[in-house]
């Protein structure tokens, strides 16, 4: 039987068990601290905070969007101004093949229009879009307008701008967070130049 590095003669049991238990050691380390960095990450109570935020904001939206839709927005529609089908109002720029096939020309849906390859302008679903944000917005603002007054905390924070530095800061400061500045003439106070004294006659 031929010898070589390989062959039984020469195979070390020990030695080899002993390699694979090394190699075994360095990767358990290398998973339990890509483990541990990865619970670090993904554990970390800001970014738990964040989700949870990310949920209640998704829930709360739904909330709102009920809000505009179910409530603000159908007694809205009985206003003599409003269409209750304002999103199907449109304006044909380019007419399709078969916009002249029926009884009366024309379409009576955006998507029928656009079936038929029609160049449309849909200016009802901008205003609707335009309108479900101002419902949505004025919404926002009864609920922070609500809150404020039950927690005595208001959310709507008052800005002003430093008369300084010019930057945004709270109407309630008094000195400015971004220049250091103090907002209620103290600065004023102590840089003011005395006045020279009277020469002698």
């Known amino acids: ?15 080899a068990r002993s390699h694979l238990l090394d190699a075994e050691r360095v990767v358990s380390r290398k998973v339990k601290s890509i483990w541990d960095g990865f619970v670090q990450f993904a554990l970390r109570d800001s970014v738990i905070e964040v ?3 990310l949920i209640i904001a998704t829930a709360f939206t739904k909330v709102v969007n009920s809000l505009v839709s179910d409530i603000i927005l159908p007694p809205l529609s009985l206003l003599p101004f409003m269409a209750k089908n304002l999103e199907e109002k449109f304006v044909v720029l380019k007419k399709g093949p078969h916009y002249n096939s029926g009884p009366r020309p024309g379409y009576n849906t955006r998507e029928q229009a656009l079936t ?4 449309i302008w849909t200016y009802g679903a901008f205003l609707d879009t335009i309108i479900t944000f101002l419902g949505v917005g004025f919404s926002l603002y009864l609920i922070a307008v609500s809150y404020g007054r039950v927690s005595k905390d208001s959310v709507i924070k008052v800005t002003i701008k430093c008369r300084f530095c010019r930057k945004e800061i709270s109407a309630k400061a008094h000195r400015c967070p971004m220049c250091t500045s103090w907002l209620d003439g103290r600065d004023d106070e102590t840089t003011a130049i005395p ?7």
Do not use: E, H, I
């Not at 390989?6 to 070390?12: A, G, V």
């Not at 006045?195 to 006659?201: E, L, M, S």
């Open 1 to 15: 039987m031929a010898s070589g590095p390989w062959s039984p003669q020469s195979w070390d049991a020990d030695g």
């Open 51 to 53: 989700a949870l935020g």
């Open 116 to 119: 038929d390859g029609a160049v």
């Open 195 to 201: 006045p020279a004294p009277a020469a002698d006659r």
